[in-house]
Each structure stands twice: as C-alpha cells, then as structure tokens.
C-alpha cells in the first residue's frame, strides 16, 4: 500500500473520529477498557471448569485409595488377631466347653467379623463362633495353600450363603510342637467399610462405589439400580481398562452407558479391584452454571456501566456543557449588559471529602449505638454475644484460658421503686464504672441488660480459678460499698457466679450456662457472695436461670 494511500485511510478514520460525539468517545474508551477484564473472566472461569474436573479425577482415585487401605487395614488386624487365638489353650485344642464361647466373644469384639471357626487338617469344622452345621473346607483354595505354606492366607472375595454379601476368610494354620499342622483357623471379614465409603461418596458427589473380583464379575454395587450385582462385566471397554492397572483414573462410559471419572485401586491379596465413579455431567454442571453465571453478570456490569456512564455524561457533563454554549451565545448577543454585577458562586468543600466525614461520623454513631451501653459506657448484650461469637470461632491454638463472671445486682429495684429511675440510672452508671476498675486491661466488661453484668477475664496457667475468685470478690466489695445518687446515699450488693472455660467445660456455650447456675446457686445461698461452678454438686446443680431472676 502507497504512502498517499495510508495517508487518506488516516485523514478519513480522523474525519469520522471528529464526528462522533464526547459522549460516543467516551463509551468506546470504556468498552475497550473492559473488553480484557470481561475476557479474564472467562479464562478464570473456564480454568475453574477445567480444574472442578481435575478435583473430581483425584478425589476419585484417593476414595478407591482410601477403600483399599481401609481393606488392607482390616486384613492385617485380622491377622493379629488370628495369632492372638491361636494361643489360646481352648482354641489350639478346638475344646467343646470353651472354644465356642472364645470365638463368640472375639466376633462380638471385632466389627468386620462375620464369624471364626477352627477346622482339623482335613477341613471338617471342629468349632466355630456361630455354631454352624458340619462343613468340609478342604476343596477350597485358601485353606489348601494355608495348609501347604503353614502361613496365614486370604482367599479371594466370596457370596455369603446366609447374607448373600461379599467377604473374604482369612486363615491361619495351628502348628503343632513337631511341626505339623494340627488346626486351621478362619475368620471371615466382611465389608462394612465399604457401606460407610458408600454414604460418604453418594451424600459428596452423588457417585457410585462398584466392587470387582479379579475376573471382572460385580461383587457389589452401591447404588444398584440397574441390579448389575452378580453380572460379570469382563468385556466391558471400561471394566477391561480397569483389569490391566493396578490403579489410575479413567474417564469412559460407564456400567450405565453415563460418562463418568472412574478412580480405582486393587485390594490386597484378592485381586479385586474397587472403583469409585462420579458422573461427568454432575461434576461439569456447577462449573457450566458458574461460566453462564459470570459471563452473565459481566454482560449485565458492561451494559450497567455504559447506561450509568451515558447518563452521568448527560447529567454532569453534556447539561453543563450546554448551559456554558448557551451563556457564551448570550454573551455574544445583544442582550448582555457588560455593567451587570456578576452573581458569585457559592464557595462549597470537597464533595467527597464532606461524604467522607459524614461516613465517618456515621460509622462512629452506629457503632455507639449498636455495641455500647449508652448508660454506663460498657459493651452492651450485642457487643457481649459477638465478642462471645469471636473466642468460640478463635483456631484451637490461639484460644486461651477464660473466666465468665455472670453479675446480678442484689436490692436494686427498690431503688428504682422508692427514689425514681433517675435514681436508678445514676447507681448504674456508677457500677459501671466500678466494674471497670476491677479489672484490667484487655479484660471485657458488659452490661447485659436491667442490673445484669458480666465479664471475661483472660487467665494465665496455673492461676484460673485463684485469679478468678479473687477479681470476683473484688467487685462484691467494690459494689458493696455506699454510693451517692441525687444527694442520697444508697447501698446495694452483688451475687457472681463463676466458670471456667474450658476448664469446666469445653464448649463456650456450656461454660456460659455453667455461670449463670453458679449466679442462681449465689443467690439461693443468701446473695451478696460469689459461687464458682466446679464447687457446686454434681448431683444438684440448678437448672434455673439466673440471669432472668
């Protein structure tokens, strides 16, 4: 292209760009401007997509981990606890008197257990934990390689006859002092993990857990609504992907034809694989519902902000602009009077500096009222129940040790009844501002309401309850002593129930009932003294409230 040629282009974009109005300008700067923001939206959002997919494929495979181990970990205890039985005279001599009972209480004692039972060599059943029928063993194959390694074996997952439930046996010979093997033991291990693995993953995610043998048969499915339990799945695309790895993700079809992200693992010793899937769709649809969520929000602030800059160009700029053109076509008329005094213009501050003050004003007003007592200038119920709200929600380790003092005023209505509220208001004013000498710095001081206070005292180790009672009989002399309202000299004491948190208890909120029993119990014992909670009875706490009374 010509220099002549990029030379017109440019006067003619120029040309175009002078008609178009402040206004028009002004819009194509912003849509400009936020064009890259609305696309770093987007990107985010579809990183997010693509990361809840990258969570679920994990989450996924640490489940079918997690089953495995948990398998793994009830293998090794049954195990230990084959050893442990086979030292046991009663068992080793398979004794009709107490080898039953033995197995009995060990069934009852291990959750997994479906049961033991203690077989000669030639694998008739010589007793068991649930009393069983006669039955050989000697064809199956975890019992002969038990017998053939003289060590412990697990067979492979099998149907219980009764419960119709996969489980293992686990086995375990009894050598004799020459050597031989003279018992066999077996436990069978059912899987309740994988129920409990089952409720967690369907009540997260929605997804199903699926137990293969290693021939790729279905020995449990939860849920099942297809009824695929007992099928053998070996030639689906899925299944045969599964067969060939010991663990990893797979995202394929799965049993019901429904994309999933399939984590799986290998149980130990049996060759079974267990597999935890999460529907494809299920997972993509919160992150789908996020990207329309946020384009749509960006499209609506975008449209937002053109409106609002449209208008605000009418109001502040385009209004004031017109008037300026109209007064400077005024001045050029035949009508201004070059003698007329000049009306001044009002001289104002800053208008954000003016918002700025009045917020701060503001912000300092609500706050008076919303968390202080206007009376006695101690927090109020609200700021108590927040401050309360904030050690509850304090990490473990940057909590200390806190004692709650719950306060009732003893013989205050009779002021209120004989000299007048004014009266009243005045005592009160004056017990806040004793309550606030009682204690120290960083301590917390509250009037809850009427002639109720209460207060928060951080404790050091070692010093709790000593610190506590000490502070508490404090404010009962302190209280306790005269006091002049309205050129009258009045007298009135206090009752404080004391607890110790978490020394008396480890929820806040049950400390904080603990005080105020401790406040009813100070009170029913003659008022004006201070209970603490640990010195009450464990068999005759009240129950009632204090703080109400």
């Known amino acids: 292209m010509s220099l002549l040629k990029r030379t017109r282009i440019l006067r003619r974009v120029q040309t175009l760009w002078a008609r178009v109005g402040l206004r028009a300008r002004l819009e194509a700067f912003i849509l400009l401007a936020l064009l890259p923001m609305v696309g770093l939206v987007v990107v985010l959002l579809l990183q997010e997509r693509s990361q809840d997919i990258g969570r679920a494929r994990e989450a996924t495979r640490l489940l079918a981990d997690r089953g495995a181990l948990q398998q793994a970990q009830i293998v090794q205890q049954a195990h230990g606890v084959l050893q442990l039985l086979t030292l046991v005279p009663d068992i080793r001599e398979a004794s009709p008197e107490g080898c039953a009972t033995m197995l009995k209480q ?22 068991s934990s649930n009393r069983s029928r006669p039955m050989n063993v000697a064809d199956r194959d975890y019992f002969r390689e038990a017998l053939a390694t003289r060590g412990f074996t697990v067979s ?8 119709k439930q996969p489980r293992v046996v686990a086995a375990l010979p009894i050598v004799g002092d020459d050597g031989s093997v003279i018992r066999v033991l077996l436990a069978g291990v059912d899987l309740s993990w994988l129920a409990e693995l089952s409720v967690e993953i369907a009540h997260e995610s929605g997804g199903t857990v699926s137990l293969f043998d290693s021939e790729g048969t279905i020995l449990a499915r939860v849920p099942d609504p297809q009824g695929l339990v007992g099928r053998s799945m070996a030639d689906h695309p899925m299944v045969r992907k599964i067969m060939e790895e010991e663990a990893g993700i797979i995202e394929d079809d799965g049993l019901d034809g429904i994309p999933r992200i399939s984590g799986f693992a290998t149980l130990e010793e049996t060759g079974a694989k ?11 649809a919160a992150a789908d519902r996020n990207l329309l969520l946020g384009t749509g929000v960006m499209a609506g602030v975008v449209l937002l902000i053109v409106v609002g800059v449209w208008v605000l160009m009418e109001v502040m700029v385009l209004r004031r602009l017109r008037d300026l053109k109209a007064s400077a076509a005024f001045l050029s008329s035949d009508l201004f009077d070059p003698h007329a005094p000049c009306t001044p213009a009002p001289v104002h501050p800053s208008e954000f500096s003016q918002v700025a003050q009045a917020m701060r004003t503001m912000g300092r007003t609500l706050s008076a009222i919303a ?11 609200r700021f108590f129940e927040a401050h309360v709200e904030r050690l509850r929600d304090q990490p473990a380790q940057d909590q200390t040790a806190i004692a709650i003092l719950y306060i009732d005023l003893d013989g205050f209505k009779p002021i209120n009844d004989q000299h007048g509220h004014h009266t009243g208001d005045l005592v009160l004013k004056e017990i806040g501002d004793r309550l606030a000498r009682c204690v120290r710095q960083g301590d917390f001081a509250a009037r809850l309401g009427g002639d109720e206070f209460a207060v928060l005292l951080s404790l050091a180790d070692g010093h709790q309850a000593h610190y506590a009672m000490e502070v508490a009989r404090r404010i009962i002399n302190s209280v306790s002593a005269p006091i002049t309202a309205d050129g009258l000299d009045v007298r009135i004491g206090c009752s404080i129930g004391v607890a110790l948190w978490p020394a008396d208890a480890a929820d806040l909120s049950v400390a904080l009932q603990h005080a ?17 909670y640990s010195d009450l009875p464990t068999s005759n706490l009240p129950t009632g409230n204090a703080m109400a009374t």
Do not use: H, M
């Open 274 to 284: 267990i597999v935890v899937a999460v529907a494809r769709d299920d997972i993509l």
């Open 371 to 381: 968390f202080e007592d206007r009376l006695t200038g101690l927090a109020n119920r």
């Open 106 to 127: 060990a069934t009852d004692l291990y959750p997994w257990s479906t049961g033991f039972g203690v077989f000669n060599p030639d694998g008739n059943l010589l007793c």
């Open 516 to 532: 105020d029993r401790a406040l009813y119990a100070a009170k029913r014992a003659g008022r004006a003294r201070v209970v603490s």
């Open 156 to 163: 492979n997952f099998l149907i219980g006859q009764n419960s």
